[in-house]
């Protein structure tokens, strides 16, 4: 069986993790909603590093675990390396504490 190249947490996530460097270009197969898709990277991606499974409008949620983790600062393409540079803060609720 192949060594995993990156993990996908959560069926929700619109994110993938990687487990080791991808690099540019790379054509990666994933299963989204029950769909075999392909992603191909548009940068190289470091390991411990997000990379995008489909295209996020700003600020649309970045979700890992199912959950958000964040929102796009900008249009973030499919295969795009997702980190610091496009994600920010989800903006708080009215709540204090």
Do not use: C, W
Request: hydrophobic residues 35%; aromatic residues 4%; proline residues 5%.
């Amino acid at each position: 069986m192949a060594k995993a190249r990156f993990i996908v947490i959560h069926r929700k996530d619109n994110v993938a993790t990687a487990l080791e460097s991808l690099k540019q270009g790379t054509e990666i197969s994933v299963k989204l909603q029950e769909v075999d898709e392909k992603i191909t990277l548009l940068s190289d991606i470091p390991p411990g590093h997000k990379f995008a499974l489909k295209e996020m409008k700003k600020g649309a949620p970045v979700i890992k675990y199912g959950e958000p983790i964040g929102q796009s600062a900008k249009r973030i393409s499919r295969g795009e390396h997702v980190h610091v540079h496009n994600v920010g803060s989800m903006p708080r609720s009215g709540r204090r504490g």
